[in-house]
């Protein structure tokens, strides 16, 4: 009995695609790593590479180098920048998987993760919580979070039930439900701001998103949402490259689309909520990060979530190290960084692709 050892294996082109996915990921774990070592190191207060070098060794290996450095620098390195630097890598990687994951779903590269309104739940839920009165009784930065979670996923949650129609989603009327609903929701948080007496500066600053209050705890919650996040989009990126045909002839391969739609959906809008919830609302990361890979490589979604994930969390790296840099020792909020910087960079690939 003769067996045809195609069975068995890939092809050889399968093969070289299959390298290929890795060595773009690997060049991004690689990119990734340089941009954390960069915005560890510089900040308003100097702090000698050396003495870097010598802070995370003893702290991550317990290998004593010599502690020639102050206890002050220790702090600010290791309390203070690195978990701010590594909570802008999470909220980056999360806001721009789960672009990529929206623009697979929806079958538009201009989707973006605040497309069915997480950004105007979020914002509203901030705006009553620090406009209101109950910063009197429980503590802003434990309860904000919160309400930028709840509000992000109410609106999201309303947004899908009205497009929900004989137990199937319209993606368009999703769309459109959640433009609504996020209009809606920005009105209301603009007449809050306009009736209310307090100083405007924590909500304006929060809309505009920033990592100024990051601590460790709120790096450990939000891997509890971007890791089983991360393996699901995964688990659906085969899924999503078949969507790319239409949904009847995916359907026809024995995609089951309802269940997609759900599951993606659901996946896409915890991981933004979350991040919004603890950064504030930060654009363009979630439409810039996968479009620029998709330009730059492929459309394949199996390299696209991994590597859009790398470069957003790449570009909100540097974006925050400008915003904290550039009129030291004030800040600017992070939003204002992503949007100037990610525009023209955008539409010079953009151009580049075109021509």
């Given at each position: 009995?003769?067996?045809?050892?195609?069975?068995?294996?890939d092809s050889p082109t399968q093969i070289l695609a299959q390298k290929s996915?890795?060595?773009?990921?690997?060049?991004?774990?690689?990119?990734?790593?340089?941009?954390?070592?960069?915005?560890?190191?510089?900040?308003?207060?100097?702090?000698?590479?050396?003495?870097?070098?010598?802070?995370?060794?003893?702290?991550?290996?317990?290998?004593?180098?010599?502690?020639?450095?102050?206890?002050?620098?220790?702090?600010?390195?290791?309390?203070?920048?690195?978990?701010?630097?590594?909570?802008?890598?999470?909220?980056?990687?999360?806001?721009?998987?789960?672009?990529?994951?929206?623009?697979?779903?929806?079958?538009?590269?201009?989707?973006?993760?605040?497309?069915?309104?997480?950004?105007?739940?979020?914002?509203?839920?901030?705006?009553?919580?620090?406009?209101?009165?109950?910063?009197?009784?429980?503590?802003?930065?434990?309860?904000?979070?919160?309400?930028?979670?709840?509000?992000?996923?109410?609106?999201?949650?309303?947004?899908?039930?009205?497009?929900?129609?004989?137990?199937?989603?319209?993606?368009?009327?999703?769309?459109?439900?959640?433009?609504?609903?996020?209009?809606?929701?920005?009105?209301?948080?603009?007449?809050?701001?306009?009736?209310?007496?307090?100083?405007?500066?924590?909500?304006?600053?929060?809309?505009?998103?920033?990592?100024?209050?990051?601590?460790?705890?709120?790096?450990?919650?939000l891997l509890v949402y971007l890791i089983p996040s991360w393996i699901l989009m995964m688990a659906y990126s085969r899924t999503l490259n078949t969507?790319?045909?239409?949904?009847?002839?995916?359907?026809?391969?024995?995609?089951?689309?309802?269940?997609?739609?759900?599951?993606?959906?659901?996946?896409?809008?915890?991981?933004?909520?979350?991040?919004?919830?603890?950064?504030?609302?930060?654009?363009?990361?979630?439409?810039?990060?996968?479009?620029?890979?998709?330009?730059?490589?492929?459309?394949?979604?199996?390299?696209?979530?991994?590597?859009?994930?790398?470069?957003?969390?790449?570009?909100?790296?540097?974006?925050?190290?400008?915003?904290?840099?550039?009129?030291?020792?004030?800040?600017?909020?992070?939003?204002?960084?992503?949007?100037?910087?990610?525009?023209?960079?955008?539409?010079?690939?953009?151009?580049?692709?075109?021509?």
């Open positions: 009995m003769i067996v045809n050892n195609m069975s068995f294996y996915r890795y060595n773009r990921i690997w060049i991004g774990i690689l990119f990734l790593t340089c941009c954390v070592f960069i915005g560890i190191c510089f900040g308003t207060i100097h702090i000698p590479i050396k003495h870097t070098i010598g802070i995370l060794t003893q702290s991550l290996t317990f290998f004593n180098l010599g502690n020639d450095w102050t206890n002050s620098h220790e702090i600010i390195l290791l309390k203070i920048r690195l978990p701010r630097v590594i909570l802008a890598c999470i909220v980056g990687a999360a806001l721009a998987s789960s672009g990529a994951a929206f623009q697979g779903l929806f079958r538009n590269p201009l989707a973006d993760p605040y497309l069915i309104g997480v950004a105007g739940g979020a914002g509203l839920g901030a705006a009553i919580t620090i406009l209101s009165k109950i910063t009197l009784i429980v503590n802003l930065e434990f309860f904000l979070p919160i309400a930028a979670f709840s509000g992000a996923i109410i609106t999201v949650t309303t947004a899908y039930f009205i497009s929900l129609k004989s137990g199937k989603v319209s993606l368009i009327s999703l769309i459109l439900a959640g433009v609504a609903i996020s209009a809606s929701t920005s009105a209301i948080t603009a007449f809050l701001m306009i009736r209310s007496n307090p100083d405007l500066r924590p909500l304006v600053s929060w809309l505009l998103g920033g990592f100024q209050s990051a601590e460790w705890p709120q790096v450990l919650i969507l790319q045909l239409d949904e009847k002839m995916a359907k026809q391969l024995g995609v089951n689309i309802e269940k997609t739609k759900v599951i993606i959906i659901t996946t896409a809008t915890l991981t933004t909520a979350a991040a919004v919830a603890f950064s504030g609302i930060i654009g363009f990361v979630g439409l810039i990060a996968p479009h620029c890979v998709r330009l730059i490589w492929n459309n394949d979604y199996r390299s696209l979530i991994p590597t859009s994930a790398l470069l957003g969390a790449s570009f909100m790296i540097l974006a925050d190290l400008v915003s904290r840099t550039i009129i030291a020792p004030s800040e600017l909020p992070v939003g204002i960084i992503t949007a100037l910087f990610g525009t023209p960079f955008f539409l010079y690939l953009l151009r580049k692709h075109n021509a």
